[in-house]
Structures are given as structure tokens and as C-alpha cells.
């Protein structure tokens, strides 16, 4: 596993390391994991903070395992720092769902993690809901409209800002925060509390 450099590198040489990457030089990819590190391991933080307290993962683990995902899945074209961050962010979902899916099936149902939706609207006495529900309703999403999917994707897992999000996914700020009000209307309405099902309130 990388380590983090002393000292950061400037933009202009992320942007030439990615290069490299799409250019096949997956040595590049070190590099940019170093050079990014500190961003890396916040993002990490960020996600762990919607997590259940006690999490047997911490930032610096996640970023290791961020790192195994980055290398298996080094076809990806990195168009440039936002977009290398927000795939990250969305590798960093897999491996958190894939972490909370074993869990709950060891413990058959127990232990299940919550996350908290800030700016989403829905009903209930809490605005956390269940990471896996969470995952089941954002992957209809994507299945419906991939580009609010993505928004929506690292939005909450990510926590980029909308102008992030729009050079992260090269659409305009109005697309984004377009699809953005669409994805918190999906989940208000997909992870509506069910009257009829005695597991919500």
C-alpha cells in the first residue's frame, strides 16, 4: 500500500499522472494515491462518519481497501482529479455495502447501519435510514437515470459540492443541481416509511 508523500504534489501533476494511467502506465497509480492521500483518507472519514459507531474499519483501512479496488479496476479512464475522487467515492460505497451485506447475514438481520440523509426528505421520525435500503433504492436510481444516480452517489457518499459534482461529471452546475432535486425526490418517495410494515414506525 501507498503511503502518503511528505509533501503534496501540485495539481498539474495529478493531471499528468492520470494521464499516464489512461496512457497504461499503472505505476502512475501510486502516485496519484500519494499525491492524494490526505484527500483520500478524508473522504474515507466522511464515509465512516455515516457509519455505526464501533465500525471495524477505519479511515486508514478504508483507503487500503480503496487501493485494492483502484487496482482491480485499472481500465478506468481517469479524466481528471474530480473524476479519480468521485470514482473513489463510489468504490468506497462498494466496499462499505459489501462489508455491511456479510455482516448481516452472519447476524442474520442484526446490527443493520443507518446513515443519515442530510438535505433528503424523508418522512419518518429520523432522517437516517438503512445503508442497505439506502443501496437497493440508489440502485434503481442508477438503473432509471445512471447521471442523479451519480449525483445523488456523491452527494451522500462522496460529500462533494455541486460544483464538484459538475466538473466531476463534466455536465453544467443547472444539470446537477437539476438532477440533484430529482434524486432527493426518488428517496422521498422510495424510502417512504411503509404503513403496512410493522419494521418502520
Not at 468504490?91 to 447501519?113: P, Q, S
Amino acid at each position: 500500500m501507498v503511503q502518503r508523500s511528505a509533501a503534496g504534489s501540485p495539481a498539474a501533476s495529478v493531471t499528468q499522472l492520470l494521464g499516464a494511467i489512461r496512457g497504461g502506465d499503472s505505476a502512475a497509480l501510486n502516485e496519484v494515491v500519494a499525491a492524494l492521500y490526505p484527500e483520500l483518507r478524508r473522504l474515507a472519514a466522511a464515509h465512516l462518519r455515516r457509519e455505526r459507531s464501533g465500525h471495524t474499519l477505519q479511515p486508514t483501512a478504508l483507503v487500503h481497501e480503496l487501493y485494492l479496488s483502484l487496482l482491480r479496476n485499472q481500465r478506468i479512464q481517469y479524466q481528471d482529479r474530480a473524476h479519480f475522487l468521485a470514482v473513489s467515492a463510489r468504490l468506497m460505497r462498494r466496499v462499505l455495502v459489501d462489508h455491511a451485506r456479510g455482516r448481516v447475514a452472519v447476524k442474520r438481520g442484526a446490527g443493520r447501519t443507518a446513515i443519515p440523509l442530510d438535505g433528503v426528505d424523508v418522512a419518518g421520525p429520523s432522517s437516517a435510514v438503512d445503508l442497505l435500503e439506502f443501496e437497493d433504492a440508489l440502485e434503481r436510481l442508477l438503473q432509471r437515470d445512471d447521471r442523479a444516480g451519480r449525483v445523488a452517489e456523491l452527494r451522500v457518499f462522496g460529500g462533494l459540492e455541486l460544483d464538484e459534482m459538475s466538473s466531476a461529471l463534466n455536465v453544467s452546475l443547472s444539470t446537477v443541481k437539476r438532477d440533484w432535486r430529482l434524486a432527493k425526490a426518488w428517496f422521498a418517495r422510495e424510502l417512504r416509511p411503509d404503513p403496512h410494515d410493522g419494521r418502520r414506525p
